[in-house]
Each structure stands twice: as C-alpha cells, then as structure tokens.
C-alpha cells in the first residue's frame, strides 16, 4: 500500500539519517541495543524525561532495551547523549546559543549528541501552589506591596504537572533534539496518544551522521488547551497526560518566556480587587451613570483617564519586574471592553468614526503608552505589552511613534482568512502596526475555538491548512510568535465526541511550521493522509480538502452538509476496523450533533412568526416618538416573548409595522413599571454605550443581504451596525428615529430608509418585502435593572441570543 511505501521513503530519505550502511555503526541491529543513552549525573526533569522519550520510542521502534545511564558502557560501540553532561562538555558540543528551545543534533564515530537548552522553571514566591492557597498568596503579596493588587501568580500552579514533574514553562530543548532524530526515524504525532502516534517498526537503527543546529521561525509557540493546562495531567487522567506530552512533541514553547504570566488584560490587577473598589471608585468607568464595578465576572472596568489608576498600574508593573523578573507585563484594559467611560475626564476622547474596531483606539492606546513611557525610565530592559483587540484593534491616529518598549498582541481568527479581503485587511493592519512600534515586538492572538459545543460551528469539521501554512509565511520575520486558544472538552463532560477530531490537524500543521514557516504545506498533508488514514487516504483527502473549502458554509447550506455526511461514510468504509478505522471514527462521533443542525435548517423559518407591513402614506407620519397619529391606526400590533422560555414577556413590548414610500416604519412600546430608573447607555449616535442601558434592537435581513442591525436607546440615540461580516459600525443606517418618555412606557417611531446598495456603508440595500421575496427580521428588547437583564423579542425563544438568524420573523408588503 502506499502508506507502506512512505515509510520507507522517510526511513531512506530522513534529513538525520545516515551515511553508508556498511560504515555507520548500529544504535540497534537484530533488535538488539548496540547503544545506551547518557545523561548528566544531575540531569534537570526535562533533560530526564527526553532520555525517557528516546528509551520509550527505540524500544517501540525496535524492541530493543537502551539503557540510560550517567556514564558510557564501554561494552556498548555506541552512545546516545541527551542534554548537557560532563561527557557534552569533553566532545566539544554545548548548549550555548540555543534560545526558545532551540536545539543540536550532532554525531561522531561512535556517538549522537542531542542537546538543547534545559534549564528548569523555579518559581518564585508568593505563588499560588494550588487553588486552595489563594488566600496565602494575596496576604504575602499585600504585606511585601503595602497595596490591595491582584496578581497572575494566582494560577501559576495550573502549569505545573507533578505526576509528569513538569512545568510547562521549562526548557525543553534537548526533548525538542530527542522528537527531531524520531521524526527522522518516521515518528509521528499527529494527535494525542496511542491512537495518534506514527511508530515504524525497524530491527535495524544506524547512528546518522549528523551536524545540525535548529532555531524555530517563533520563538512564542503557545497553544493555551482548554481544560488541559499541565496540572490536569495526573495518575487518575491518563488522557491529560497524553495531551500535556502532545504538547511537548509538537515543540510548542509557553509564552510566559517571552511574555511574562500576564497576557491579556493586566490592568485587572491594579482594580480587580473589593478593598480597591471600596476606596477608588474612581478608578473604574463611568456607564449609563454606574461606576462599572462588577464588569465581566466582577473585575471591573477601567477609567483611562484616572491618573490615580495609572500611577498605580506603574507601580504594580514595576514590582512585577523587580520581585518576579518579568520581562513583560500587560496593561491592558479589561475583556469586554467596549464603551468609553462617560465620565467627564473622557468625555471626547472616543472615535466613533472610524468604525467597531477604532472606536476606542486612541484612548486606549493613549494610556497604554504612557504607561510604557514611564516604565521605559525606569526598566528600558523590559517590556510592556496590550493586546490589540475589539474596538481598540486599529493603531492609534494620534501617536505617531510608541515608546520603545512596548510591544502589541494583534487579535484575529486566523480561519476566517478564507476571504481574500479579510486576509488583506490584516496583512495591513500588521504592517500599520509595525510601522509605529520601534520595538517591533509584536506577537498573535488566535483562536482555534470552532469546537466548542452549543456556538455556530458545533460539530462542523474546520479545516484550514492552507490558510495556516500562507498566514505563517507571510508573518515570517514580523511576528515574534503567537498564543492560540484551542478548545479542549473538560473530561469527563459528559461529550462524546472529541473536541480535537478534526482541530488535531489545525494544530500539528501549526506547531511544525512554527518551527519553518517555509515547509511545503502539500508535502506534509500527503504525509499525513498516508501514515494517519492508510487504506482510506483518498476517501480523506477528498473529505478534508472539501472541506477546507466549504466550511464556512457547512453551518448553513444542507448541500454542504450532505455532502460532508457523504464524503465521511466512504471514509468509514475504507478505514475499515482496526486503527485506521478508530482515526475516522474520531470525525463521525463529532459530527453527530451536525444532523441537529441539518434538521433545523431543512426546517428553516416556517414556524417562525410572520409580520405584515400594511402600506401607508407618507405625509401621515409625524416623528415625534408618540403613536397617536392616523397614521397607526388599523395596523396589527405584535408583541415581543421573553427570549429565553418564549413565555409573555414580564415587562410588555409592542410593535407595528408599516411601508412608507421606499422605507420601513416602526412604532414601538416599552411597557415600564419603573420610569424613574430608566437605564440611559448613551443620548449620542453612534455611541457604543448604549449597550449599557436598555435599548430596543431592530434586525434586518433583506433579499440580498443578511444582516443589518439598527440599535435605539429611550433617548432616540442609534447605533447602526453590518452584520454580514463581524461587526461594521461604519455603516449608516440613516434611521430617522423620534423618542417619548411617558409614566408608564418609553416609545419610539422610527423610519428606515431603502437603498440600491450603491453606496455599501449607507442604507438598508433590499427590495420591497413580498410573499415571495420577503425579508426576514426580528424586534427586540433589551432591559436593564442593577446586575439583572431581561431580553424579549418578537420571534422568540432562540438559541443565539438577539443574533439567531435562523430564528428570524418573515416580513412582507402583502
């Protein structure tokens, strides 16, 4: 068979194989040990644990038993040295020059030599040794500060596995030295375990002759598993430890190295804290009129304006560094971070103009700089680092130049590059990045989460190799490494099926070309068809490769998805039973859940509700928020449900609809039993706060496009947003929207203009809805009371939130 036949081809043609089979002495003939493995007398862990991981593969290649031992076997032609020993030392080959887990590969006569940087992790206290120790850590961190700040050393023990005794954050050079020679034997690791590892079997294993010194294209090579971090790994969860040794075979490298243990949003640790809130409420932003103290899980959000704040995230930053040596540490502003303080020391510091994604960017930015700015007086050897992210994802437009010790983490979905302008885009943003950091440190912030159950890709295949392979070239000497979340079920969980069924892929192909961006992609799929799916190598070529090119519709065309279904079952036939079988297996039990979602799309809207919009004359609609006017009369009201049980919502909504002209009319009443705290986000258009307060949302998907999303708060303030692709605040709806605040309701009238789609950042583009053609849409109410929220729309229950699509109401001029 061919897969057969590419073992041979590796064994014959391996980069660290061998000179004449006559000259080269054996490491294993006949099955036998010809050689032992040596080691320092005081090895580090990950030293002994590659010594372990050459023993455990000869003898899986083999057979054959080599011995580790601190001193060579002169009984023995042959001896095998990992890590750095005495013996290193005397042969002339060191680990010196080998930074992010570099590695040598060296041979001589008689000897190999595989040798890398090693040295072990030692934490430094206080340190959170479980989770139990918490409160320890916080009063050691108290009594040394004088001050109530959180630190990221609360969790550090989740890096640490003491049944494996390793820590995530080790060297692991010589371990990389170990996998490479293994590789050049034909080992493989394609995916967690025994079911995902490559072994060839050889009687014979020549000694290579050999000099080779590897350096990865990246240094940061962080692959953040869910629920699988290094702590997990223990007696009673072999499954975990087989992930936390995957981990370590892909030859990924932890980014606290580079960037220290807090990556994404530092500036938590100055506020997070109750003793901070109680005594600075200041420092916190200022939304819809409340301090935001209880911000995304009860950390807060900042107010970059607090010169108290700052001066005391200078402070944190600068202890980091002393006590704990940190050559990073992140200020950034809380996740979730969305709206601009409305307080009066921000007021104006916002962009709405230029769009979701530079809304906030200057003032972010702003205070992140002179953060660094300061820092950099002090500690010009460090860095500080803020992720580039949401609405402060754009550079700056008022800094032309950051400090020089800043560095930038750019977040992005590396799979959504499958269009061609996305992927420009970002090429761009990285160079318009780049152009205002002297430091040129900047790094990656992705997420392989397409796994994860109850979201819009849930059992849906994703594969993205080609995109990976052209992402990582192009990122070649511009990004100093990346830190990718991958979704791992918490096991046991309850699931079935395997989160990693077709991301194991994804994630092989990531950290491999982490090491040489320039490696041909096609070579090592072809590899990877051939040695994973034997007999069934075509069936799966075929699969993945339809796949990688139709997933991004595999959620919501039926086509796609029988297709898929199709393509798998003849996959399943090849494979057979055995190992191969098992592989292909691994895809049927995920894509269970994708028959769900085939039912329900087969299904589509026909239970949803429907809407008329009776035609009106123009004239007759007077803007003025308060539905008394001719103009309403006769039309049927429709009421909103609660979002979540479908019941009759606690606090009424109705709406009427209407065509008017070249445009939609909507009177809309919000019944409120508690006026007099009305929830106001914002009174300005545009203004991203208006999320903070109670708002009534307007979704349209027209005949030739799919979505638009026109957001209204009490005050008549708007907020428009495209939908088609993410979140385009540049868009205009040009609504014209009128508001009332009675006793008992708040109400609204609203007038949608219709356009001929010339102008794509203006208008609602669509026909006039009909029985045939009809648009699809939904109405809904968001209310807000201190922590409690209460959602209702008119086609309700969904299982998406307001943005359902499936879930949308049928809308027509009859």
Known sequence: MRHTRCFALIVALCCVCCTAASAAPFIVQNGQAQADIVISDAPSRTTRLAAEELQTYLRKISGAEVAISTEPDAALPVHLYVGRSAHTDRLGVSDEGLPHDAFRVVSGDNWLVLIGDDTEFEPIEPWAHSAADRARVLAEWDAMTGEHWGTPLLSLHRRYSNYLDLWATDNRGSFNAVNEFLRGLGCRWYFPGELGEIVPSMQEIELPDVNREVHPDFPVRHLYFYYNEFWTATEKSPRNVEDAMWQCRLGLRDASHEMGYSLGHGTTMVHSRDEVKQEHPEYFALWGGTRALGHHGGGGAPCLSSEGLLEENIRLVRTLYDHYDMPMVSVAPADGYVNLCQCELCEGKGTPDRGWSGQLSDYVWSYVNRVATELYQSHPDRMVSSIAYTTYQLPPEQIEQFSPNLAIILCRWRANFYDPA?????????????????????????????????????????????????????????????????????????????????????????????????????????????????????????????????????????????????????????????????????????????????????????????????????????????????????????????????????????????????????????????????????????????????????????????????????????????????????????????????????????????????????????????????????????????????????????????????????????
Request: glycine share 6%; hydrophobic share 40%; charged share 25%.
């Open 422 to 814: 996305t992927r420009e885009s970002f090429s761009e943003l990285v160079d318009a990045w780049l152009e205002k950091l002297p430091s040129k440190r900047l790094y990656i912030w992705d997420y392989y989460l397409h796994s994860r159950p109850n979201r819009e890709w849930e059992a849906v295949p994703v594969y993205f190799p080609h995109i990976i392979a052209e992402d990582l070239q192009s990122l070649k000497g511009k990004s100093g490494g990346e830190y990718i979340e991958v979704f791992r079920s918490y096991w046991p969980d309850g699931y079935t099926w395997d989160a990693l069924a077709a991301n194991h892929l994804n994630c092989y192909l990531t950290a491999r070309l982490y090491w040489d961006a320039d490696q041909d992609v096609d070579a090592l799929l072809e590899e990877y068809y051939d040695l994973f799916y034997g007999p069934a190598r075509e069936e799966m070529r075929t699969f993945i490769e339809y796949t990688e090119a139709n997933y991004m519709n595999a959620n919501k065309d039926i086509a796609v998805i029988d297709r898929l279904f199709e393509l798998l079952a003849k996959a399943e036939e090849a494979a057979g039973d055995g190992i191969y079988g098992q592989r292909v297996a691994l895809l049927t039990d995920y894509m269970q859940n994708l028959h769900q979602l085939r039912e329900r799309l087969a299904k589509g809207r026909e239970d949803n509700p429907t809407a008329r919009a009776l035609t009106r004359n123009a004239a007759d609609l007077k803007l003025d928020g308060v539905l008394d006017e001719a103009f309403w009369e006769g039309l049927p009201p429709y009421g909103l449900k609660d979002l979540a049980t479908g019941a009759r919502a606690k606090q009424p909504t109705t709406f009427k609809v209407a065509w008017v002209g070249n445009a939609l009319a909507l009177g809309i009443t919000c019944t409120e039993t508690d006026m007099a705290n009305l929830a106001i986000g914002s009174e300005r258009d545009g203004d991203a706060n208006i999320w903070s307060g109670d708002t009534v949302e307007v979704l349209l998907e027209t005949q030739p496009h799919s979505y638009y999303q026109i957001a209204i708060s009490p005050t008549g303030a708007v907020v428009s947003a495209d939908r088609a692709r993410g979140i385009d605040m540049l868009w205009d709806a040009q609504a014209e929207v009128a508001a009332h605040r009675g006793d008992e309701a708040w109400s609204l009238e609203v007038r949608i203009p219709i356009t001929d789609g010339a102008d794509p950042l203006t208008g609602v583009y669509g026909r006039v809805p009909s029985r045939t053609y009809p648009w699809y849409f939904n109405v809904c109410r968001q209310r807000l009371r201190g922590e409690e929220t209460a959602l209702s729309a008119f086609s309700a229950p969904t299982e998406g939130g307001f943005h359902d699509v499936l879930k949308f109401a049928q809308l027509f001029v009859p």
